[in-house]
């Protein structure tokens, strides 16, 4: 009969169906949340060797710390790395789904995934959703053809550079970065430079802070530094500790036996029919 | 018809509009305490919204015998305090008296005047940096727009608080020599022209000491574009964008 009765399934992707709605209340002052940076500092470099990827670990939930050491470097395959800044919970979802269609992927063709896999993967699916996926990442690997370092931005454009930064205290970092690369850092000076430009932006930005986490990777090998460096450790803890000035006195004890009201089935399946 | 909020307050001035919008507007502005006394360093670039319109803009000026300002923001409000303090400098000589105002006098009536028309919805929109030397006591400090201001061994206005006070944060160290600061301004400024796009590449350092003011000729610093990573962004996959 008519079309209108035959429900189509969803097809994936942005529905535009609510924007001439969005715009209307919009022009009449209801305003939908605004966009909110939960406040990072990642970088990543390429040095001689491959690729280091640098994040700070504080999180945030708008004025509040609400994860002093969180995890921002996240798994996607074991030579390829992903820094997440943005909304956390989309970052994490996104870095998760694309690490599973790439694990598939090894196993449908046999062969270590290489990056541009993992760039064209999250691009494509940060542009399906027009930006409202809120995932700014920074993703680096070395696979066969070589070391990668991409950006990844969240309407779904991509930079590919030697050396990147990302977060609100990206410019920081970047300041340090702009001052000091240089083309075939050693593996030492690169961790240096990864450490100092994470230090400027947990220092002089406030949506970033406590420690540094560092990635290594180059081919054929994956150094995971967890908390590499701690400079804003707990300087004044009490060596007493803490005790309470008096116990608390008993003063009446009376226990009530709670009654068995479960009756329980014995023999013979009750499901089977 | 245009929505227009009633201005009740305001009584019979409400047809007049006093929230403005900057139209020629000058970039970041960079300055360091040094061994002999305060190092300042601007781009010359006063852009026109996006159009980078002019390019011998100098956005650093002496202000008496003992102090330096530079402005970031309106070129046209900066010329304006220009006019104000050279008022304020003419009266001050006419006293005859030996004494000149130093650059704490000069900071303190910038902060007056930029607070007072902050307070009347009329502001000059401008950051300012306000450096000198008087009796060996070197003084180097800023107000924004709003009136917001303090003394610091460096400071910056605009982009230069993002992109180069965490470089000065971790370099700067007091007594530095005249070529290492003007080294570390470089630094500072390069990366301002790397990554602000209303920065230009023709640069200007002054230099302010118990013996005077030099503002340098304009000159330029050059820049790396060779990284091999630039040269074929593609090749790990080609037909990417």
Redesign the interface.
């Known amino acids: 009969m008519s079309t209108s009765d035959v429900e189509l399934p969803p097809k994936g992707g942005f529905s535009f169906d609510l924007c001439r709605r969005n715009e209307m209340l919009s022009k009449k002052g209801a305003n939908p949340p605004s966009f909110r940076k939960t406040g990072t500092t990642i970088v990543g470099l390429i040095f001689q060797d491959g690729v280091i990827l640098g994040a700070d670990t504080r999180a945030t939930a708008g004025s509040i710390v609400c994860d002093k050491n969180c995890e921002k470097i996240h798994y996607m395959a074991p030579n390829i790395y992903c820094c997440g800044a943005g909304t956390a919970a989309d970052t994490e979802a996104v870095t998760d789904m694309v690490n599973s269609q790439l694990q598939l992927h090894r196993y449908h063709t046999g062969r270590e995934s290489r990056v541009v896999t993992a760039l064209t993967l999250l691009k494509s699916h940060l542009f399906k959703y027009q930006g409202h996926v809120q995932a700014a990442l920074v993703l680096g690997g070395v696979d066969v053809t070589g070391p990668h370092l991409h950006t990844i931005y969240p309407h779904g454009s991509t930079d590919t550079l030697p050396f990147a930064t990302m977060g609100s205290g990206s410019l920081a970092a970047m300041a340090v970065f702009e001052s000091k690369y240089r083309e075939g850092l050693t593996k030492e000076e690169g961790i240096n430079l990864v450490c100092e430009a994470i230090c400027a932006g947990i220092f002089n930005d406030l949506g970033s802070g406590s420690n540094v986490d560092l990635c290594v990777i180059t081919k054929g090998h994956k150094e995971y530094l967890r908390n590499y460096q701690v400079p804003n450790h707990r300087a004044h803890i009490s060596s007493k500790g803490f005790t309470f000035p008096k116990k608390t006195e008993v003063l009446l004890t009376k226990i009530t036996p709670l009654d068995e009201k479960v009756e329980v089935i014995e023999a013979g399946d009750a499901m089977e029919e | 018809m245009a929505s227009k909020q009633p201005d009740a307050l305001l009584g019979p001035e409400s047809d007049s509009q006093r929230t403005q919008y900057p139209y020629v507007t000058g970039t970041s502005v960079v300055a360091i305490k040094y061994k002999d006394g305060i190092l300042m360093a601007s781009d010359m670039g006063g852009s026109y919204g996006s159009t980078l319109r002019y390019k011998s803009v100098e956005r650093i000026k002496p202000i008496g015998k003992h102090s330096l300002l530079g402005a970031s923001g309106e070129i046209s409000d900066f010329q304006e305090i220009l006019r104000y303090l050279d008022e304020l400098i003419l009266y001050d000589n006419m006293w005859d008296d030996g004494n000149s105002l130093g650059p704490k006098e000069v900071h303190n009536y910038l902060t007056r005047i930029m607070y007072n028309r902050r307070n009347k919805f009329n502001p000059l929109w401008n950051s300012l940096v306000l450096g000198g030397v008087k009796n060996g006591q070197k003084y180097l400090g800023t107000v924004s727009m709003i009136g917001v201001n303090f003394e610091d061994n460096h400071v910056a206005s605009g982009?230069g608080n993002?992109?180069?006070?965490?470089?000065l944060?971790?370099e700067w160290h007091e007594n530095l020599s005249f070529e290492d600061g003007v080294r570390l301004l470089e630094?500072?400024m390069?990366?301002l022209l790397?990554?602000d796009r209303s920065a230009i590449n023709k640069f200007q350092i002054a230099k302010i000491t118990d013996e005077g003011v030099t503002i340098h000729q304009p000159y330029s610093l050059k820049t790396n574009w060779e990284?091999?990573?630039?040269q074929n962004?593609?090749q790990?996959?080609v037909g990417?964008w």
């Open positions: 982009f993002h992109l180069a006070r965490p470089i944060r971790q630094k500072c390069l990366v790397y990554r990284f091999s990573a630039f962004p593609s790990g996959a990417t």
